[in-house]
């Protein structure tokens, strides 16, 4: 079992086949800002048998968000620990699952990501007494920060969104799958956050079916920006694919940080997360 | 790229690049701009490259591509419909002569603010227009092509700027006020040429810095049902403050 | 598992169908674009475990009955034909292709990936739901498995569609496999002691039309919220085995908690017609435990289609809000200000009274005039607001009945005939008799 946050460093073992890296943006390189990206895996065995969570968490950065760095962090950790709950607690079937995520999580994750806020708030801060008695939109409004996740076991992926970030599932035909689809609505660098109006009412959720060996890919906007186009995102994608069954996953990943770096610095000049999970083999029911 | 076609390990694909920010000009260059006015004009829009470009250094993130609409009896694009990035971009200097078919410049920009053919993932798009006379076309063209461009997903999200240039006798205040989104600036009023080279320098400047800034979050607070203003993305620096000197008489 | 690409093979008349595009996918199955060589349709492939005979045999049976009838029964989007695969243990159904671009579901609304209907268009749309579930349940079915998930809307023209038709069973006969979400589940159906039928499809109906207006679940307050481990235990107890209702006016233990995500309900249960307030009341109090004391959906196409007809738009900011008999003036619920109400017709006819407000864009229907037209032509234009094109400050009401009124003005004299074409000016205390029943009186 591996559950951690933050970027990736040789000394901790991730599960078979999955992969996560965190790296800073070559514009924050520049201004001296700190990384506001997080992003996490996790894989255990829960009543749904093996299950594989990717999590990946964009800060908002700019100095009214000066704290989303820890805000995108403490939604990693929330994400993870809720979904596990909800897969221990609603573990009946997999639509079942479903349901419940599609109509829970947002509102006990966000209540749990403000609690999580507050508890980060006042260890560092513990001298603003009058905030933290009433805590305000303005106090929350620091941590600013999107989130995406995936779940996946056998060959069931729930999937999970709000605000900007890609989730994709790449087979090894070549075809790019998109759980969910692009908001078409949002254009010119708007997004949605854990911290907009409403904001349990602003998550999109996915049910899809895995019938192939395929890539379940997450990533903050700081990669698809970089890139040309939807074409080059997922000829990135495909080539991510191509790799693996040419080489290995093993090797594939390796490469694969040079790439994120070259993205910032050549692109998007933001924040680039990327998390991995090659399921080899959705259809095998994995024992209990 | 002409590499050698060795392959001892993986290899990862994909083309990068820098995000686009449009930018248009639409500049008017109807008969009463003839002489001193386009002159100035032209000038102005030549210095104000070299500037984008310095303050652009600070955001290497960002490739802004160039486009001129130049309108008097019709509209047509002066630079374009090909956008020309900044860096390859010079002025070809504009003529004046004939009417002012402002709304027509209008729906020519409007054809390239079409959903389809923006980048999703660009910057919202910067719009100047220079006039310095009335809309020579019918009000309710110029209306209509105002209402459209902001119903238009891009034309509500471009930082679209106003320049009149002369006299405030000669243009319709509240007709070239429409055009812009940024009320708190407002007509931008070049009243002599030194003021044309300045306002001309600052709104592309501010606009394409404030444009390439980090995201906004989406936060429409719409009349149910009513035109909802939608949301401005852009907030843009204070203009140049201008004190205008003018025969006056009232107290105050 | 469907691929882009397969074909299916149909089990009635032995068409096959080539799957082109991928649609979508929920907690039954994934759905498809298919090509059956004639035009574009819709499949609904099943997960593995949702794949039972007894779902296969429903569906057979749904398509031998038939939709439901009328106008409204067209709102189904009725399964066509069962498709099996070669080779491949699941099954799947056909149906029609629904246009997705211009129809939403509830969440993408929320997700503001679609617009939000505007007020006209929520009656509209409440009230055409209501009617379709009316004519399910005089077919003699029940749906099962109401939800926001298969309730799909125009939000601009306010047109309805109901998807997955699969767990639609016959009323009191059919399996008694439970189904459904559990939140738009009856308490008994909930507890165990009922299965679904027509009066439980009454309960989830309630709560669907409370999701559209209200954004949010009817239970879901204080009870809900001080729930530590939510599982399906704490979901059985809000929702089945002591559900109270967030707006209960006699029972506050499960009031909205001041926290700002509980806020967006509040607002639009204050934007909410009274009228409509009190069905909700009804349904989530009385209509708890005793089933016969349900909202029936001829109660909420009434109540919505008479509030279709009551939206006046604030002259200072445009918004949209609700007249109610009585008004002289309304107050706007965006920005408080208030503003006259517009003129009325009252119009009593032998099903009672009611008000229309008369605006530029007013237009009578012919069920607003004949209570009992047949539902083909309830729909139909019989009269609209014009303007006196000799005096544009004089606005009319114009007759297109084809059939003449009799035109009684205020002043008492004489009775005028407006034969169909015409229009009778609109001022204070002017009446109109339209055909034997019904009489129409001018208010301001």
């Known amino acids: 079992m591996s559950d951690r946050t933050g970027p990736a460093s040789a000394s901790v073992r991730l599960p078979a086949h999955t992969w996560f890296d965190v790296r800073r943006g070559s514009s924050h390189v520049r201004t001296g800002l700190p990384c506001q990206d997080a992003a996490a895996v996790w894989r255990g065995r829960l009543p749904q048998g093996q299950v594989t969570i990717l999590v990946v968490a964009d800060g908002h950065g700019d100095s009214k968000y000066d704290l989303s760095e820890h805000g995108a962090r403490l939604a990693v950790q929330t994400a993870l620990h809720c979904l596990r709950s909800f897969c221990r607690r609603f573990n009946t079937s997999s639509s079942l699952l479903y349901d419940a995520i599609r109509h829970d999580f947002a509102h006990r994750l966000t209540r749990q990501w403000r609690q999580a806020v507050l508890r980060h708030y006042s260890e560092n801060f513990p001298q603003d007494v009058e905030l933290l008695n009433r805590p305000s939109i303005n106090l929350y409004r620091r941590y600013g920060t999107t989130l995406l996740f995936s779940l996946a076991f056998d060959d069931c992926l729930i999937g999970g969104q709000i605000g900007d970030g890609d989730m994709t599932v790449t087979h090894t035909g070549g075809d790019v799958g998109r759980p969910i689809p692009a908001a078409e609505r949002l254009i010119a660098n708007e997004t949605h956050s854990l911290i907009s109006a409403d904001s349990i009412r602003l998550w999109r959720f996915c049910r899809w079916t895995l019938h192939e060996p395929c890539l379940i890919c997450l990533s903050t906007d700081g990669l698809s920006n970089g890139m040309a186009s939807d074409e080059s995102f997922g000829d990135f994608l495909r080539s991510l694919v191509r790799n693996i069954e040419q080489y290995s996953f093993a090797e594939t990943v390796k490469v694969v940080p040079g790439f994120l770096d070259r993205v910032s610095a050549g692109g998007s000049g933001d924040d680039v997360s990327l998390a991995l999970f090659w399921q080899a083999d959705p259809r095998r029911k994995k024992k209990k | 790229m002409s590499e050698e076609f060795i392959n001892d390990g993986p290899v990862l694909e994909g083309e990068i690049t820098k995000r686009p920010l449009q930018f248009f000009w639409l500049v008017d260059c109807s008969g009463s701009m003839r002489g001193k006015k386009i002159a100035t004009l032209n000038q102005a829009i030549r210095e104000a490259v070299p500037e984008i470009l310095r303050a652009l250094e600070a955001h290497p993130e960002v490739q802004v591509m160039m486009r001129a609409i130049a309108f008097s009896s019709s509209a047509s694009w002066h630079v374009g419909p090909e956008a020309v990035k900044l860096e390859d971009f010079t002025w070809p200097p504009l003529h004046a002569d004939g009417y002012t078919a402002t709304a027509s410049a209008i729906e020519l920009l409007l054809e390239e603010l079409d959903i389809d053919k923006m980048n999703r993932r660009g910057f919202p798009p910067v719009c100047v227009l220079l006039s310095d006379g009335y809309c020579t076309e019918p009000e309710e063209q110029y209306e209509r092509a105002i209402r459209k461009l902001d119903h238009a997903p891009w034309g509500k999200k471009a930082v679209r700027l106003v320049i009149a240039i002369g006299d405030g006798s000669e243009y319709d205040e509240q007709a070239l006020l429409r055009f812009t989104n940024h009320p708190e600036v407002g007509v931008l009023k070049a009243n002599t040429p030194g003021k044309l080279v300045e306002y001309i320098k600052w709104a592309s400047v501010t606009a394409s810095v404030s444009s390439s800034q980090s995201k906004t979050f989406y936060n429409d607070d719409e009349v149910e049902g009513g035109e909802g203003e939608g949301a401005r993305n852009v907030i843009l620096a204070s203009a140049p403050q201008s004190i205008q000197i003018e025969d006056a008489n009232e107290v105050f | ?444």
């Not at chain 3, 799957?19 to 035009?39: K, N, S, T």
């Not at chain 3, 589940?185 to 207006?213: H, K, N």
């Not at chain 3, 001041?258 to 069905?279: G, H, M, N, V």
């Open chain 3, 1 to 444: 598992m469907l691929l882009i690409g397969d074909t299916v093979q149909g089990l009635l008349g032995s068409r096959h169908y080539r799957i082109i595009d991928r649609l979508g996918e929920g907690g039954q199955g994934a759905v498809f674009l298919a090509d059956d060589g004639r035009g574009e349709v819709a499949v609904k492939w099943y997960h593995r475990q949702n794949a039972v005979e007894q779902q296969r045999e429903m569906i057979a049976r749904l398509i031998r009955m038939g939709p439901p009838g009328g106008e409204a029964g067209r709102r189904f989007v009725w399964p066509l034909d069962v498709v099996t695969k070669k080779g491949d243990l699941s099954f799947g159904y056909v149906m029609p292709a629904v246009n997705l671009k211009s129809y939403a579901e509830l969440g993408q609304v929320w997700a503001r990936l679609r617009p939000t209907p505007g007020m006209r268009q929520r009656c509209r749309i409440s009230w055409q739901l209501a009617q379709a579930y009316r004519q399910l349940h005089l077919a003699g079915y029940c749906y099962r498995d109401i939800s926001m998930g298969n309730f799909l809307f125009d939000p601009k023209s306010g047109e309805v569609l109901i998807i997955d038709n699969d767990n639609i069973g016959i009323n009191q006969q059919s399996g008694s496999r439970i189904l459904g979400t559990m939140e738009f589940m009856a308490p008994e159906v909930i507890t165990g002691r009922q299965v679904p039928s027509t009066s439980t499809d009454l309960y989830s109906l309630a709560v669907l039309l409370f999701y559209f207006w209200i954004w949010h679940h009817p239970m879901h307050g204080m009870l809900e919220y001080n729930v530590r481990v939510w599982d399906i235990p704490a979901k059985k107890r809000i929702y089945g085995e002591m559900p109270v209702f967030i707006f209960d006016p006699r029972d506050g233990s499960n009031r909205l908690p001041a926290d700002p995500e509980y806020q967006t309900p509040l607002r639009f249960w204050d934007a909410c017609p009274k009228s409509i307030r009190d069905l909700f009341i009804r349904s989530f109090t009385d209509g708890i435990r005793n089933p016969d004391r349900r909202v029936t959906e001829g109660e909420w196409v009434h109540a919505f289609r008479q509030l279709e007809n009551q939206i006046a738009r604030c002259p200072h900011d445009r918004a949209e809000n609700f007249w109610q008999p009585g008004m002289k003036q309304l107050q706007c619920w965006h920005c408080h200000r208030r503003f006259d109400a517009p003129p009325r017709f009252v119009i009593s006819s032998s099903s009672g009274l009611k008000h229309v407000l008369v605006l530029p864009e007013t237009k009578l229907r012919r069920s607003e005039l004949e209570p009992f037209c047949s539902e083909e032509s309830m729909d139909e234009v019989v009269a609209e607001v014009i303007q006196n094109p000799n005096n544009p400050n004089v606005w009319g009401l114009r007759n297109l009945t084809g059939e003449s009124w009799q035109f009684m003005p205020a002043d008492g004299s004489e009775p005028r005939e407006v034969v169909s074409g015409r229009a009778v000016p609109i001022s204070a205390g002017h009446e109109v008799k339209i055909g034997y029943q019904t009489n129409l009186r001018i208010e301001v």
